[in-house]
C-alpha cells in the first residue's frame, strides 16, 4: 500500500496539511529467553505497518479489542514508545528522530489523556498544582500563571475553588477532568485520548464526551481517540480506523463504516455490540465469530484475522482460502467506497 | 427457619412456592466503617419466576452486587443483613455456612465478573468441575470427569476431552468464563446469578459468552439474575429489570416498559446518556450531572432528588416508594412518575458540558461560556 492510498482514500480531502502523519509504523517487542542470558527469541508484532493521518479539528477513532496495538500506535505517535520503523510526521517534523531536546519542545504541541483517572493524577498534588505542572515544566507559567490555571479548570466544568483540593475528593468523572486540564494547559494541537472514559459510569461518561467535543469545536484541536466501545467512537469521530492484531484492516469515515463495513472482523465488531433497544436487539442478525485473538507472537501468516474469520470458514474455496493464507490483504479501496484489508471484501448490514 | 434437609427436593418445592423461584424481600445491608454506616441496600424487594431472566441494572456503588452477595451468603461478617431469601420454599439468610453449603451449587450458582480469580490456579478445569459435580451427587471420580468433559461440550470448549485437563492459566479469558458457566451448570440450579459476567472481556468474546449463558439457561431451565451495568445486554437477555440506584430499586418492570415507558428520572437519564451504535445523531449526549449520594448518612428524601431535572419540595422531604405506574407489574419510585408519559430524554436532560460541583462549593458553579443553564 502506498502512502497516497491512504491519504486519498481515508480523509476528507481538505486543503490543509495534516496534523500528525503515522506512515508504516512498526512497534515490535522483544520476548526474552529465562536464565542469565536473556537472549531475545522473539518478537511480539504489536504494530505493523500502520498508516493513518488526523488534520486539524478533526477526530480520527482508533477501535480494536485488547491487544490489537490501538494504545502502543497512541504511545508511539507521542514518542513514547520507540518505533521499531517507520515515521511518525508531526507537523512534517519526522518525531521517530528526534533527540530528548527536541522532543521536549514537540511535546507542548501533544498531549494525552490517561484511561485511569485515579491513577494518572499524583495524590500529593493539589489540583492547581497538577494543572500548573506542565506550564511551569515549559517555563510558561510566570505570573499570569495562576490565572491561567483558573481558567484550564473553568474549561473543563470545575471552579477555581477546586483547586486547592486534592484528587481523592473528586469522583472518577471529575479527576478525568482535571486531566483534560492539565493535557490542554500547554495549548497542544493534538490531543491523544487513550480510554478517556472507559473508567467512568455511563451518566457521568456523557458529560466527559460533550466536554471533549466541546473543547475541539472551541479549540480546533485533534483528537486520536483510542478506545474498544464502538458506541462512543461513534459518537466522537469523524474517521475511525479499526485494528486487528497491530494491522489496520479497515479505515473509513464514521457514517461509511456504519453504513457498510466491508471487512469481516468490522462486521463481526459491530454487530457484537449490544444496542440498548429490546426490539432492534432481539431482531439482529448476529456475526459471531469463534475463538480468541491469536498471540502476536507468532501471527497467522497471510491475512491475521483468517483463524477467526468466518467467511474464510464457510464461504470460500480452497483456492481463495489459499490467497488469505499466503498473501498479506493490502489496506485499499476495493469498491465499498473506503480501504479494507481482505481479499474478499464485501459490505454487510450488521446494524 | 428451620433447616429441613428432606424437604428440600425439587419436587415439593415445585409443588409448595409454584412460580416463584427466589422471592427477595425487603434485604438490608449495612457495613460499620470509621466513617459511619454504610447503607448499602435499603430496602430491596423482588421476586424472580423460574426459567425467566431479571436484569439488575445500576451504576458503581448503587447495591446490585451486594444485594446479590447478600443473597449467596457470601458478604463478609461485618455486614449486617435483615430481610429474607427465599429460595422455593427455603428460607437462606441466617443459615450457617454448611446448611448453605447445600444449596449452593446444587440450587443456586453463581458467575463472577473476573473468571481468572474465580478458578483456582492449581487445580486442572476439568478437576475443578468434576468437584463441583461430585459436591452434590455421589459419583465415582471416573463419572463426575465424564460429566465435566460433557457440560465443556455444552459451554462450547473444542476438544473438550484434552482441554479439561489443562489448567486456567492455558485459558483464555472467553474460555475460563465458559468453565465457570460449565461449573455454575452442573448441577442444574433453580437459580444462577451472574454478576457482570462479561465485563472483564473483549466485545467479540462477549458475544459469544453471552449465548453461552443462553445455552446454559436452556439446559438447566434455570432462571437467571443477570446485573450488568451495560443496557444494551439487559435489552438484549432480560425479560425484566430491575433498576438499582443508593441502594434501592427505582423502577421495575418488563424490558419493554423500561427501554420504552421509562417512569423514573433516573432510568430516563441513564437511557439519554448512552452513545448509540445504531444512531449516527451527531446531537450532544445528555448526561446526568453529579454524583450518587454518598450512602453513609443519607439526607432524607428521594437519593436521586440532587440530580434530578424535575426535583420539587416534596422529593427532598419524602423518599418515594415502589408504586405501579402502567401497568401493575410496572413499578417506579418517583412522585411524579405519571408526568413522564412520553418524555424523551431530551426533554429533560440538558446536553450540558459540565458536571456538578463538589458539596461543598454548591451554588458556586460557574458556567461555560457556551452552556445554557
Known sequence: MTVADVANASTPAPDTAPVLSVRNLVTHFPVRSRGLVRRVIGQVHAVCDVSFDIHSGETLGLVGESGCGKTTTSRAVLNLQPATSGKVFFDNVDITTLSNRGMRRLRREMQIVFQDPYASLDPRMSVHEIVAEPLKIHGLYGSGGRARVTELL?????????????????????????????????????????????????????????????????????????????????????????????RIVEIAKTD???????????????????????????ARQRVIITGDVPSPVDPPSGCRFRTRCPKFASLLRKDQQQRCIEEIPALVERGQGHPAACHYAEVVNVL | MRFDHEGGTTATRAAASGDTALAVQDVYVSFRTEDGTVQAVRGVSYELRRGEVLGIVGESGSGKSVTSLAVMGLLP??????????????????????????????????????????????????????????????????????????????????????????????????????????????????????????TALDVTVQAQVLETLKTAREETGAAMILITHDLGIVAGQADRVLVMYAGRAVEVGTVEDIFYTPRMPYTLGLLGSLPRLDRAAQQRLTPITGVPPSLINMPPGCPFAPRCPMVEDICRVEEPVLRATTSPTHLAACH???????VEPSDLFRPTTSDDVLPATVGAAVPLPGDSA
Do not use: C
Open chain 1, 154 to 246: 473553568r474549561t473543563v466544568g470545575l471552579n477555581a475553588e477546586h483547586g486547592n483540593r486534592y484528587p481523592h475528593e473528586f469522583s472518577g468523572g471529575q479527576r478525568q477532568r482535571i486531566g483534560i486540564a492539565r493535557a490542554l494547559a500547554l495549548e497542544p494541537r493534538l490531543l491523544v485520548l487513550d480510554e478517556p472514559v472507559s473508567a467512568l459510569d455511563v451518566s457521568i461518561q456523557a458529560g466527559v464526551v460533550n466536554l471533549l467535543e466541546e473543547i475541539q469545536e472551541r479549540l480546533g484541536l485533534a483528537y486520536l481517540f483510542v478506545a474498544h466501545d464502538l458506541s462512543v467512537v461513534r459518537h466522537i469521530s469523524d474517521r475511525i480506523a479499526v485494528m486487528y492484531l497491530g
Open chain 1, 256 to 282: 461509511d463504516l456504519f453504513a457498510s463495513p466491508a471487512h469481516p472482523y468490522t462486521q463481526a465488531l459491530i454487530s457484537a455490540i449490544p444496542i440498548p433497544d429490546p426490539l432492534k436487539e432481539r
Open chain 2, 77 to 198: 461478617r461485618t455486614a449486617r443483613i435483615d430481610g429474607s431469601v427465599r429460595l422455593g420454599d427455603d428460607e437462606l439468610l441466617g443459615l450457617s455456612e454448611r446448611q448453605l453449603a447445600h444449596y449452593r451449587g446444587q440450587q443456586l450458582a453463581m458467575i463472577f465478573q473476573d473468571p481468572m480469580t474465580s478458578l483456582n490456579p492449581v487445580y486442572s478445569v476439568g478437576w475443578q468441575i468434576a468437584e463441583a459435580v461430585s459436591a452434590h451427587h455421589d459419583v465415582s471420580k471416573a463419572a463426575a470427569h465424564a460429566r465435566a468433559v460433557e457440560l465443556l461440550k455444552i459451554v462450547g470448549i473444542p476438544n473438550a476431552d484434552e482441554r479439561a485437563n489443562s489448567y486456567p492459566h492455558e485459558f483464555s479469558g472467553g474460555m475460563r468464563q465458559r468453565a465457570v458457566i460449565a461449573i455454575a451448570m452442573a448441577n442444574s440450579p433453580e437459580v444462577i446469578i451472574a454478576d457482570e459476567p462479561t
Open chain 2, 336 to 342: 411524579f412518575s405519571d408526568r413522564l408519559a412520553g
